[in-house]
């Protein structure tokens, strides 16, 4: 993309402790300028891999390049990354602006240089002017923008992130996700942001890695993982699926508690399959629908439970086969017309490219 960014070659990454595997044979390539999170459930080895980029962990085997440079056993300080953690780390006896320039101090950058890109890196986080501030009178979400200018005040081609907003409450953690895709655009260096949030990572990523047991699952865009999942743990962890059992109809249908399904995608292989059910995907067939598609798949229920949630409604459905779904309709009342009463029969509709097959995980 532009010189301000670098790619990363992750290459068959390992790490042990003892004999238990943190992250096992990991191998990723990141393009310059990206924004790749690496998204997975608690012990999946997100902040392992973090580390390995970093140099804070040494691979047990493999290597890392970033760009043509090999970085695999060189210490944190000479990999020119920016990092920010969780917990801000940032010097409390320090002012905003002495904790920003800490890096440039660290580098031996001239001093003369300092107050004019300090300045630059607050106003890009809008914290403009406030050079003289104590932490102790900064704000949670402040004190991470502080340490987000820190990361960046010395121009790293590549920015770590350790689940840098999972300390705020949910109104700015929302905020700082627009404001950090924003940012990254105007900085253009690559990010590898980490978070077991599927949300954040859907919001602001070019590209998802999604880790399981310290193996890489699958790595996609945030649609891409949404339309082909490739793996039953991919489709329940990103976005509301629930997980049928379904069997071969013959071609390219599928049967799932006894009504016959057609699937845009080829099936995969295996021999026991599932259907994922997204939330997002299903449509409550209603007047409004016109003649019907022979196209569209159809399943009939009954209304099991109606939760108004603000902007939109979710609306529960047992389905003739006992199988639980849950789809969202707008709350507003042309949506809410659509929904019968609770008990009360239900078509809702699945598009042929929205009826996604898995393979059921080994374990
Ligand atoms: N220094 C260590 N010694 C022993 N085991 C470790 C060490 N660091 C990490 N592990 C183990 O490696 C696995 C992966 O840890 P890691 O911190 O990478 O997970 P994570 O995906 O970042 O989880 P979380 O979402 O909880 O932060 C865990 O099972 C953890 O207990
Ligand atoms: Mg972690």
Known sequence: MSDGSVGVSIRNASRRYGTFLALDDVSLDINPGEFVSLLGPSGSGKTTLLGVLGGFVMPSSGSIRFGARDVTYLPPHKRDIGVVFQNYALFPHLTVGENVAFPLRARHEPKSTWPERVARALEMVELG????????????????RVALARAFVFRPKLILMDEPLSALDKQLRESMQIELRHLHRR????????????????????????????????????????????????????????????????????SVGGTTLRCAKPLPAAARLLLAVQTEKLMVAGPAEGPQ?????????????????????????????????????????????????????ITVLLHPRDTIVVAEDEA
């Open 129 to 144: 002017g406030y050079q003289d501030r104590s932490i102790a009178q900064l704000s949670g979400g402040q004190r991470q």
């Open 187 to 254: 900085l253009e260096a690559t990010i590898v942001y980490v978070t077991h949030d599927q949300r954040e990572a859907l919001t602001m990523s070019d590209r998802i890695a999604i880790l399981r047991g310290g193996r890489l699952v699958q790595v996609d865009t945030p649609e891409g993982m949404h339309d082909r999942p490739a793996t039953a743990f991919v489709a329940s962890f990103i976005g509301e699926a629930t997980l049928l059992p379904a069997l071969r109809a013959g071609g390219d249908g599928v």
């Open 293 to 345: 598609d022979p196209a569209l798949n159809r399943l009939s229920g009954r209304v099991a439970d109606v939760i108004y949630q603000g902007e939109s409604l979710r609306v529960f459905v047992t389905l003739d086969g006992g199988a639980r779904v849950s789809l969202r309709q707008p709350a507003h009342y042309l949506g809410r017309l659509a929904i019968p009463a609770i008990g009360d029969p």
